[in-house]
């Protein structure tokens, strides 16, 4: 048997620009970040999401676009294209901040006792 | 380890800590073959210390195959880690099993070994002539499925404050009023300093607004102001079970939700095409 599609999209036959998603085994920790991706673009009409069941590892996710040229599936492409550059940044800049703190650090006898607790402050 | 995290919302902030706890992979004890147990502990008691012992594993432990999704029958190495452990106490005082009695059968890990606990985990205690000899089997999983498997003990952010002081009001204030205003805070975030009032730690602050409290009573509510930092920045602090390196739970938790997007994004794109197609 082949497993579910992670996400399924319920359209709207009326309108492109609007439609809910449906997302397995997700939660907040997507839903959440999306919604704030997605609320701050330009295009967004509404965007929400919810957990329909708590029982249920799903996720709504209802997405309308503003724009009658833009769907509401490209919107949603826009939103993830958006999201993964921010964490592609969070991702670069704690890996640039991590080398710098380590490069600080007095030189430690011993790689296993290496910054287990010690404190980074990035600013 | 902590770190700070602006220009961003409190929802992706979440989302890193929620990965960090509940989905970040790491290896712990999930099959436990009993052979021998006359511990005053019963099996699933035993099993249950074992599963929560951290395992270092010594290589990626995202390469690790799912035990569930293996190919193989049973377990393998590409999915799993041997260990084994025999106890016997053959003298007449009581012995104690810790983890440095776990024996992992491969060199791809090891229970924590740490210099802050040179004896160990504590599993069980053995009288006279008890046993145990059991074999277990670490598995790859994440927090979500069992609290075992989360890298963390403690991952949590913290919004920076804000405190204003107004120095010219505080200056009006008598010794002893500053000395009260100081005490007003039930989280210590004041000090005197040569007379002064300084705040050596904004992110002691739980913003109680007791000291807000305190100086609209004495008549100065513009004494001191308390706000969360506007744009906000995040105080993130991790501490690890000790199967992980606290740097390595982060960078492994920005994979989860990049692959998490990257899997979406395939499917958008999959869809698209397909809908080009019956044109
Ligand atoms: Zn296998």
């Not at chain 2, 308390?226 to 501490?239: A, I, W």
Request: with cysteine; glycine share 4%; hydrophobic share 35%.
């Amino acid at each position: 048997m082949q497993p579910p599609p992670p996400m399924t999209m319920i359209p709207d036959p009326a309108d492109a620009r609007n439609a809910t998603f449906v997302f397995l085994q997700e939660d907040h920790t997507l839903g959440n970040a999306l919604r704030y991706m997605l609320i701050k673009h330009p295009k967004t009409h509404f965007c929400g999401y919810s957990i329909p069941h708590p029982s249920e590892a799903k996720m709504h996710f209802r997405l309308q676009s503003s724009d009658p040229e833009l769907s509401a599936k490209d919107l949603l492409h826009e939103g993830v294209d958006s999201l993964k550059e921010m964490l592609h940044h969070i991702d670069s800049e704690f890996t640039k901040e991590l080398a710098r703190f380590q490069a600080a650090q007095p030189t430690q006898t011993g790689p296993a006792s290496q910054s287990q607790s010690a404190p980074i402050d990035k600013e | 380890m902590t770190f700070s995290l602006e220009g961003t919302d409190a929802s992706i902030a979440n989302a890193l800590r929620r990965v960090m706890i509940a989905e970040t992979p790491t290896v712990a004890i999930h099959f436990v073959r009993i052979e021998n147990n006359t511990s005053p502990l019963n099996d699933e008691m035993l099993s249950h210390r074992l599963g929560l012992i951290p395992i270092v594993y010594r290589g990626d432990v995202r390469q690790l195959n799912s035990n569930r999704d293996c190919d193989c029958q049973g377990n393998c190495a590409r999915c799993s880690v041997e260990f084994e452990l025999h106890v016997r106490n053959d003298g007449e005082d009581t012995i104690e099993v810790t983890s440095h009695d776990l024996r992992a059968l491969s060199d791809m890990a090891v229970p924590l070994d740490d210099e802050t606990l040179p004896r160990g985990i504590l599993i069980c205690k053995l009288g006279k002539f008890q046993e145990i000899r059991l074999t277990a089997i670490a598995t790859k999983g994440v927090g979500k499925e069992h609290a075992k498997w989360s890298p963390v003990s403690t991952a949590v952010f913290q919004y920076e404050p804000s405190i204003r002081l107004n120095y010219r009001l505080l200056d009006e204030l008598s010794p002893q009023d500053r000395q009260n205003f100081v005490g007003s805070c039930p989280a210590r975030v004041f000090e005197i300093q040569d007379g002064r009032v300084v705040i050596p730690d904004v992110y002691r602050c739980t913003y109680t607004e007791e000291c807000m409290r305190w100086a609209e009573q004495v008549g100065k509510p513009d004494l001191v102001t308390v706000k969360q930092l506007e744009p906000p920045r995040f105080r993130f602090s991790v501490e690890t079970t000790g199967s992980l390196k606290p740097a390595e739970i982060v960078q492994s938790c920005l994979i989860t939700i990049q692959e998490k997007i990257r899997k979406i994004e395939d499917l958008l794109v999959t869809k698209q095409e397909e809908q080009q197609l019956p044109q």
